[in-house]
């Protein structure tokens, strides 16, 4: 293909990238990718508490994101995606609830949050001693617990800042509110957290424990 | 935030971290798959008349909208922000799946009946 071509289908709405500028997109976006998603898999592991549901959201938000932002700049991208999956979350949250009064509407038990078996969910495990492991895997399910059990919008700022490391302005793009809203969300989930997680013994948490 | 919420906040991450390095290797496989159906996306043209939803789909979902929406028990006592939430998902992609699953519940229904007949 020669230049005027890979131009043209570059600047052509509705049109794949090609040549050289795509390969280099592919990289890119192949490589941020791969650095954000086992994190964002937990993330949304987290928020939905089921692995296979989280895996779903993830592999949504990396098809819109890829479909809809690659043109963006590589810093944008980390926003738009944590955007792309908190909706879907949220989303995946509203669908429970209708499909509960669909099914009580066809005489059918709704689904019930607690069934969720944190200690099938548990990640495998890899190489640890197995009291280390079973330490580490234990915090991981309180805190998971913990977290879940936060008001949806102070558990998206926690786990975005905390966890995914993006700082104010990120998690307000993230969020879709303003960075004054981030920090008051983000501290009232730390304090909650903290009085909920503190209230276990420290040797429950591993070597640190949470509280020291 | 003071230096003890920064220090319990590390602690936080480094248990999450932790969780996260302990993913096991179908997990990653699956994010690799994902990562790369994702990446195909690059290939496409943007609009695909493919991804539009069937039309048996959009009707079947709306008729269950509506016998929902009507239902005398169970959300007339709902307010109408809910009942266009409703609306909304029910006539969504999504709502395929569910009305497969309503599919398998009636099946089930039916064969516990004849079970109690006979």
């Not at chain 1, 890119?28 to 549901?53: K, M, P, S, T, Y």
């Not at chain 1, 949220?90 to 969720?116: L, P, T």
């Not at chain 2, 028990?73 to 969504?92: F, H, Q, R, S």
Request: charged content about 30%; aromatic content about 6%.
């Amino acid at each position: 293909m020669d230049v005027s071509t890979a131009v043209f289908a570059v600047s052509c709405p509705g049109t794949p990238i090609t040549g050289a500028r795509a390969l280099q997109k592919e990289q890119q976006l192949n490589q941020f990718l791969a650095e954000v998603e086992r994190r964002a898999l937990r993330i949304a592991e987290i928020g939905v508490r089921d692995r296979d549901e989280a895996m779903d959201l993830v592999q949504d938000a990396m098809i819109k994101l890829v479909r809809n932002y690659s043109e963006r700049g590589r810093e944008e991208w980390a926003p738009l995606f944590y955007r792309i999956l908190q909706n879907g979350v949220r989303d995946w949250h509203r669908r429970q609830a209708v499909r509960n009064r669909v099914m009580v509407w066809f005489g059918r038990k709704s689904s019930d949050d607690n069934d969720y078996d944190a200690i099938a969910a548990a990640p495998d495990p890899s190489g640890r001693a197995p009291d280390e492991e079973l330490q580490n895997s234990e915090a991981m399910q309180r805190l998971e617990a913990a977290v879940y059990e936060l008001p949806a919008r102070q558990r998206e700022a926690f786990m975005l800042r905390a966890f995914e490391g993006l700082n104010v302005a990120g998690t307000a793009v993230a969020m879709g509110c303003s960075e004054g809203s981030v920090k008051t969300h983000y501290s009232r989930a730390v304090h909650s957290l903290r009085a909920t997680l503190e209230d276990h013994r420290p040797e429950d948490y591993g070597p640190g424990g949470f509280n020291r | 935030m003071n230096e003890r919420d920064d220090t319990f906040d590390k602690k936080l991450k480094a248990t999450f971290d932790a969780s996260v390095e302990e993913l096991d290797a179908a997990t990653l496989s699956r994010l690799n798959r994902s990562r790369h159906m994702a990446l195909a996306e690059l290939q496409r043209p943007r609009h695909q008349w493919s991804r539009w939803m069937p039309a048996t789909g959009v009707a079947a979902a709306a008729v269950v909208a509506v016998m929902v929406l009507q239902s005398p028990t169970a959300v007339n006592d709902l307010p109408a922000t809910a009942i266009v939430t409703d609306m909304e998902i029910l006539l969504g992609e999504d709502s395929i799946e569910m009305l497969e699953d309503l599919e398998f519940y009636s099946w089930i229904d039916s064969a516990e009946m004849e079970g109690d007949v006979g």
